[in-house]
């Protein structure tokens, strides 16, 4: 039971390129999140899918795109990478929207110079 | 939207004594408020949560407490152990029935403890 798996772990892009972040569960969970973390400011929201076909805007979603490929998988894309998108991505899953435990992976590291 | 203010960033303290990190929330409807920790290098993980029907919840060596009225709520850890050094993150949503629900996290406290 591998839970959330994040692919790329680590990645170096230029300024201006694009890239997709991979998140996968197995976890049968409806919910699933893309945070971003940075020193000194914790976990912000990037964006949320409630359940499979919806997706919706967190705190800091310019910048971003995501897609709820089915029940499984969510996926993050940068359309053109910026240095202040440096920072460690963590995909994250959850039976229900709210209310119940959030369930990480690993993190990806990103890092735009 | 929620949001989740955190205190204090930072946290020293002797091995043995107690802990205390302290959050507040801006939307009253929130009710589900999980505490998550996150070792060096490791992802964050959930350690105790609370609903808005409780006032106080204790596991161990951790208890969360919280306050409605005033829109705060509490970590505390005693007896800490050098295993207690890490990032601890404090959360809030709105409950498990609604849709538009979504975990809003503070950001962080680093917590050292002293041999």
């Known amino acids: 039971n591998a839970g959330v798996t994040q692919t790329p772990k680590f990645q170096v892009l230029k300024t201006g390129q694009s890239m997709t972040l991979q998140c996968a569960q197995d976890m049968n969970h409806n919910s699933m999140y893309w945070y971003r973390q940075d020193p000194g400011m914790g976990l912000r929201l990037i964006y949320y899918s409630a359940s499979e076909g919806t997706t919706d805007k967190g705190e800091v979603p310019n910048g971003y795109n995501v897609s709820r490929l089915n029940k499984r998988e969510f996926s993050l894309r940068l359309e053109s990478a910026a240095p202040s998108q440096t920072s460690v991505y963590f995909c994250?899953?959850?039976?229900?929207?709210?209310?119940?435990?959030?369930?990480f992976g690993q993190g990806t590291r990103l890092t735009v110079v | 939207g929620e949001n989740v203010e955190q205190h204090p960033s930072t946290l020293s303290v002797q091995e043995g004594d107690s802990a205390v990190i302290k959050c507040t929330y801006s939307?009253?409807?929130?009710?589900?408020f999980p505490w998550y920790k996150q070792e060096l290098g490791k992802r964050p993980q959930l350690i105790i949560d609370i609903r808005s029907n409780v006032g106080e919840k204790k596991d161990q060596r951790i208890a969360v407490t919280l306050n409605k009225t005033a829109k705060h709520f509490s970590l505390h850890i005693t007896e800490t152990q050098p295993e207690d050094s890490a990032v601890y993150f404090c959360a809030a949503s709105l409950d498990v029935y609604s849709s538009a629900s979504k975990i809003i996290f503070g950001s962080g406290t680093r917590l050292s403890i002293r041999p």
């Open positions: 939307d009253s409807a929130s009710n589900y």
């Open positions: 994250a899953s959850s039976e229900f929207p709210g209310g119940t435990e959030a369930f």
